[in-house]
C-alpha cells in the first residue's frame, strides 16, 4: 500500500511539475499503515553545495527515524519549481509543508494558498521578506545568519590585532542574491567592522554558493586586485574552496599570503584549516532533519511550536585546539 501511494505520489510529482499546472486532485484514499503515517511536503532548493546535500540527507533520514512519509522536491534552484512543488503539497492535501525559500521575495501568493488551505508551513533554513504578513508561515528553523557574519568579522579583529599591515584589503564573496544567509552574512560581517579604519573593502562579488562560481569570481577578483589583497571573506566553503583553487594558481599562499574566513563547516573546510589553508571556519550545520521532523509531528497535534528555533552552533579558528573537532558528516 505504501509502495503504491509513493508511486502515485511520485507520478503526480512528474506529472506537475513538467505540466506546470495546478492540480485539482485529492489526497489518495488513505488505508492500511500508510494512511496512519504523517505525510510532510518538503520543498528542498538543489543541491548546490556539499552543506544542502548534507541538509537533504539529514531530512531523509530523520523522516525515516521519525516514521514520516516524506514528499520531497528539488527545485534546481528556481523559485518556480519550488512554487509549484508547494502547490502540489496543497493539492495532496498533506500534513505539513516544509520549504527552504530559495530567495527571500516573493511568496505571499503560494503561501495564501497553503494557509487557506489548513496546512502549516515551517520555513526551513532560510527566511522569507520581513515584511510579509506573519500568519503566512508557523514557525522558522535554522541558522541566526546574523550571529555568523558577525562572527566572521570577531575573528577578524582579532587577526588584526595581530597584524603588521596598517590596512588589511577584503575582498568578499557573497552567496545567493536576496537568500537570507548572503543578506545576514553579509549584514553581521560589516556591522562589526564598520568605522574601523584598519579595514578597507575592496569589492564584493556573488559567487551563488557554488564552488566553480566562487572559483571564477576569485580569478577575477586576483586579476584586479593581485596581491593588494589580504583578507577573503568567503559566504560559504563551496565558493572558498574555489577561491582556494585560484589564489594557488596565482602562486599565493592562502591562509599566509591571504586571511581567508569562511561559513558552514564542511568537512573539507576544516581539513583546510588544519592545514593552515583557511584561518577561520564558521559553523551553519545542515542537520536540520530532527528539528523539522518533531516540529512536523507537533503542527500535526495542532501543539503550539517556537516561532524561530536556531541550533546551536559554534566557530572554529586557527587559535583553537583543532585535534577534537569530531568529523563533520557533510
Ligand atoms: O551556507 C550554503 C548553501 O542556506 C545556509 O546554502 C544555507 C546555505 C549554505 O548552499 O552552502
Request: aromatic share 6%.
Amino acid at each position: 500500500m505504501r509502495k503504491h501511494r509513493f508511486i502515485l505520489i511520485l507520478l503526480a510529482g512528474c506529472l506537475f511539475l513538467f505540466a506546470g499546472c495546478t492540480p485539482t486532485r485529492e489526497r489518495p484514499e488513505e488505508t492500511g499503515e500508510s494512511g496512519n503515517r504523517l505525510l510532510l511536503g518538503f520543498a528542498q532548493i538543489g543541491s548546490e553545495s556539499s552543506w544542502r546535500i548534507g541538509n537533504t540527507r539529514s531530512v531523509q533520514e530523520a523522516a525515516e527515524q521519525h516514521g514520516i512519509q516524506l514528499m520531497m522536491s528539488d527545485a534546481n534552484q528556481k523559485q518556480e519549481n519550488e512554487i509549484r512543488a508547494i502547490r502540489q503539497f496543497i493539492a495532496y492535501q498533506v500534513d505539513v509543508i516544509a520549504f527552504v525559500p530559495i530567495v527571500e521575495e516573493g511568496w505571499e501568493n503560494v503561501l495564501l494558498e497553503a494557509r487557506n488551505a489548513g496546512i502549516p508551513v515551517i520555513l526551513s533554513d532560510r527566511q522569507i521578506s520581513g515584511t510579509i504578513d506573519e500568519s503566512l508561515y508557523t514557525t522558522y528553523v535554522g541558522a541566526d545568519f546574523y550571529a555568523e557574519g558577525k562572527k566572521a568579522g570577531e575573528f577578524l579583529l582579532k587577526k588584526a590585532e595581530q597584524s603588521e599591515k596598517e590596512t588589511l584589503h577584503i575582498v568578499e564573496l557573497l552567496g545567493t542574491p536576496g537568500s537570507t544567509p548572503a543578506l545576514q552574512r553579509e549584514r553581521g560581517f560589516h556591522d562589526v567592522i564598520a568605522g574601523d579604519s584598519r579595514f578597507e573593502m575592496l569589492e564584493a562579488v556573488s559567487g551563488d554558493f557554488l564552488r566553480s562560481k566562487g572559483k571564477e569570481s576569485m580569478e577575477k577578483l586576483l586579476e584586479k586586485w593581485g596581491s593588494e589583497i589580504d583578507v577573503l571573506y568567503s559566504h560559504n566553503d563551496g565558493m572558498t574552496l574555489g577561491a582556494i583553487d585560484a589564489i594557488e594558481s596565482a602562486g599565493l599562499r592562502p591562509g599566509k599570503d591571504i586571511v581567508i574566513i569562511t561559513v558552514d563547516g564542511e568537512q573539507a573546510a576544516v581539513d583546510l584549516l588544519k592545514e593552515g589553508k583557511i584561518n577561520c571556519v564558521v559553523e551553519c550545520t545542515p542537520m536540520l532533519g530532527d528539528l523539522i521532523m518533531e516540529l512536523t509531528e507537533k503542527l500535526a497535534a495542532g501543539e503550539e511550536v517556537p516561532r524561530v528555533i536556531h541550533p546551536e552552533e559554534t566557530m572554529f579558528t586557527e587559535y583553537d585546539d583543532l585535534d577534537g573537532i569530531p568529523s563533520r558528516g557533510y
